[in-house]
């Protein structure tokens, strides 16, 4: 009987049982520290004028936890959330390449297909998605395929420190790249009626989704200008990268053997982030004293160094304890990253906007940051009860479907 031709095998996804749970792990405690970072715009709290915030009940501790979160939260969970995209999208095409199917074809519709999502979550839900970039970035990995581990590691250092000369550019000039998407997000809002004075509570005050829909209008302008400002087409593309690096290796594989790594990447991470993060929050807390190149310095010195010590002592503490429940716990939301990711937007929206219950622009930090927490253990629970019961999430299962043509059954078989 002749071997089955290449081009006659199915591509399929990665199943369960072919998973491993480091990578689930991080994913569950990126979506934690996402719903940290976030709720706090969903509250909108973050837009709130400073006179307001400080005649809330809670100022004086507010004032400690946002510090806190600047220092231990901020940009830290979006980088290992990128990370980790650059991790999937080489198990990707490598599952794709590996069963001799054309993995390029299928990886650009997978891609494709997120590029919806995250437009209809851009437009239609939070302003504040970072999906639409990951999709079009995502489509620059299969370049890097042939590219020798070096310099992959190399590509993704540079990039991620590109920002630094951008800004220093920047700020010689004079010239802001973000000015034209600054001024055409400012039209939309003299149309709408959006002004300094109500912005902080038009999400609350409007009691029908037109209201809603004009706020996003503008808000998917705003989030240009963020990831032009920010450079964070930059820092994202390096992350890509550098988890393409550590996919193609299957690093995550073998975790036993890179223990002495681990240790050094969390001992220089937490030695070197963590001083820097808190002078990083001083500098936030204070209206960027130092000038915008000096500030770029720092977030590269502190954030991503921060970022990976994290990364590196959950590894270890999973080498340590593989069987603690914990570990669990937090890779089941996990497995269901992109269900949890748009999750957390409708619980924003149910919690703070006028559409929902309203409760945006009154709440303090304090008591924001314990419903971020309270939002994703009831998204971790709901995780756990629903993939006793079916292979994959809602959203990914059907992500799966249009990425490869097919349908896949959504509920676990029974053993007999």
Not at 4 to 18: L, N, Q, T, Y
Not at 135 to 140: E, K, T
Not at 273 to 295: C, D, H, K, V
Not at 317 to 335: E, K
Request: proline share 3%.
């Amino acid at each position: 009987m002749k071997a089955e031709s290449a081009s006659c095998r199915v591509a399929m996804p990665v199943k369960p049982s072919e998973r491993h749970i480091i990578l689930d792990v991080l994913r569950g405690v990126a979506l934690l520290g996402i719903a940290l970072a976030n709720f706090t715009e969903f509250s909108l709290y973050s837009f709130l004028p400073t006179e307001a915030t400080e005649s809330m009940s809670t100022a004086n501790i507010d004032r400690i936890v946002r510090y806190f979160q600047y220092t231990f939260v901020d940009g830290k969970f979006y980088t290992i959330f990128s990370l980790l995209f650059g991790i999937g999208f080489s198990i990707i095409i490598a599952n794709a390449v590996e069963r001799g199917t054309n993995g390029f074809r299928i990886f650009y519709r997978r891609m494709a297909i997120l590029l919806l999502v995250g437009f209809l979550h851009l437009m239609f839900l939070w302003s504040g998605d970072i999906l639409m970039l990951y999709a079009l970035l995502g489509m620059l990995l299969p370049l890097f395929r042939d590219v020798s581990n070096r310099m992959l590691l190399v590509s993704a250092f540079g990039l991620l420190a590109v920002p630094i000369a951008v800004d220093f550019i920047v700020e010689l000039s004079g010239i802001y790249p973000s000015a034209s998407v600054v001024e055409l997000q400012q039209t939309y809002c003299d149309k709408y009626g959006i002004t300094d004075e109500n912005f902080a509570y038009w999400l609350r005050d409007a009691k029908h989704y037109s209201g809603t829909f004009k706020f996003l209008v503008q808000g998917a302008l705003v989030r240009v200008q963020e990831f032009i400002d920010g450079n964070r087409y930059f820092k994202v593309l390096g992350l890509f990268i550098l988890g393409f690096y550590i996919g193609r290796n299957r690093l995550y594989a073998d975790l036993e053997s890179r223990r002495p790594v681990l240790r050094q990447i969390a001992r220089y991470g937490f030695g070197f982030g963590l001083p820097l993060s808190l002078f990083y929050a001083w500098s936030i807390m204070n209206n960027y004293p130092q000038s915008l190149g000096a500030y770029s310095v720092l977030y590269f010195t502190s954030v991503f160094p921060l970022s990976f010590a994290y990364v590196a002592s959950i590894c270890l503490c999973f080498l340590r304890y593989p069987r603690w429940g914990i570990f669990r716990f937090f890779a089941m939301p996990g497995r269901m990253a992109l269900t949890n990711y748009i999750g957390q937007s409708l619980f924003g929206i149910l919690l703070f906007y006028g559409i929902g219950w309203g409760f945006g622009a009154e709440t303090g930090l304090v008591y924001v940051i314990l419903i971020a927490i309270g939002v994703w253990i009831v998204q971790a629970l709901f995780s756990n009860v629903w993939l006793h019961y079916c292979q994959f999430g809602p959203l990914e299962w059907i992500w799966r479907m249009l990425t490869y043509g097919r349908v896949f059954n959504l509920l676990k078989r029974k053993s007999i």
